[in-house]
């Protein structure tokens, strides 16, 4: 399990969640997929849509959390046409989510809430 801090913005009340990086496969393999990106005149790093999606279906998996499976199902729809499909199937077959994955993938139009 891997530490995580949140940073609230008192005047938005947005957000940020910060996860100190481990030893776990995917925590590696997902920070060296990270992208730089500039916003709001900073550069800083995002996952990528496909790790996004790998994650939340992992943190689903022991509490089948509906806001996790509802995520990953948004981004899923967003990002359809550009997902490395073959490297989201790697690692939900290895965490278990496959399933759940191609359930969401397969979902016609808008992704639904859960």
Same mark, same amino acid.
């Given at each position: 399990?891997?530490?995580? =801090?949140? $940073?609230? =913005? ?12 481990? @030893? ?7 920070? &060296? ?15 990528? &849509?496909?790790?996004? $999606? $790998?994650?939340?279906? *992992?943190?689903?998996? /022991? /509490?089948?959390?509906?806001?996790? $499976?509802?995520? &990953?199902?948004?981004?899923? =729809? ?5 997902? @490395? ?8 077959? *290895? =965490? ?19």
């Amino acid at each position: 399990m891997t530490a995580r =801090h949140v $940073i609230t =913005h008192p005047a938005t009340a947005f957000k940020i969640e910060l996860f100190l990086l481990t @030893d776990d496969p995917h925590d590696q393999s997902r920070f &060296a997929r990270r992208q730089r990106v500039h916003l709001e005149g900073c550069s800083t790093y995002l996952p990528t &849509a496909e790790d996004v $999606i $790998i994650q939340k279906l *992992r943190w689903s998996r /022991g /509490g089948k959390r509906a806001k996790d $499976i509802s995520d &990953a199902a948004e981004v899923i =729809h967003v990002q359809r046409q550009g997902l @490395d499909l073959p490297y989201i199937r790697l690692w939900t077959t *290895r =965490h278990g989510t496959v399933g759940l994955f191609e359930e969401l993938l397969n979902r016609p139009g808008p992704a639904c809430n859960e």
